[in-house]
């Protein structure tokens, strides 16, 4: 069983940055795919960001180049550097984890293990 924890969500204004923090316990993650999903309001889980176990990323369009997902294996972690933040970024962000690499990365039913999530809240 691997347990994850997000943290680092907060409330910020468009512009800004936050950078949010995957704590993993119960296994070491360092061979795990490691995604962050996102859900707003009234709305599905979508795929924000992925890293694999060798450390090659993958990101939602509406984020690319704005956000950077990165891993230290040495601390079980995972991150999200979110930057020049907009209010439609705003939504509750899930850490996800896969013990494989799917072609199907985007779907959230190739992860077996979720945080609870952090809510991030950009006001305009």
């Known amino acids: 069983q691997v347990q994850l924890v997000e943290s680092g969500g907060g409330l910020v204004q468009a512009g800004d940055s936050l950078r949010l923090s995957c704590a993993a316990s119960g296994r070491t993650i360092s061979s795990y795919a490691m995604a962050w999903f996102r859900q707003a309001p009234e709305n599905e889980r979508d795929f924000v960001s992925l890293i694999t176990r060798f450390g090659r990323t993958y990101y939602a369009d509406s984020v690319k180049g704005r956000f950077t997902i990165s891993r230290d294996n040495a601390k079980n972690e995972v991150y999200l550097q979110m930057n020049s933040l907009k209010p439609e970024d705003t939504a509750v962000y899930f850490c996800?984890?896969?013990?494989?690499?799917?072609?199907?990365?985007?779907?959230?039913?190739?992860?077996?293990?979720w945080g609870q999530g952090t809510q991030v809240t950009v006001s305009s």
């Open positions: 996800a984890a896969s013990p494989t690499f799917h072609s199907a990365y985007t779907r959230q039913d190739e992860y077996e293990y």
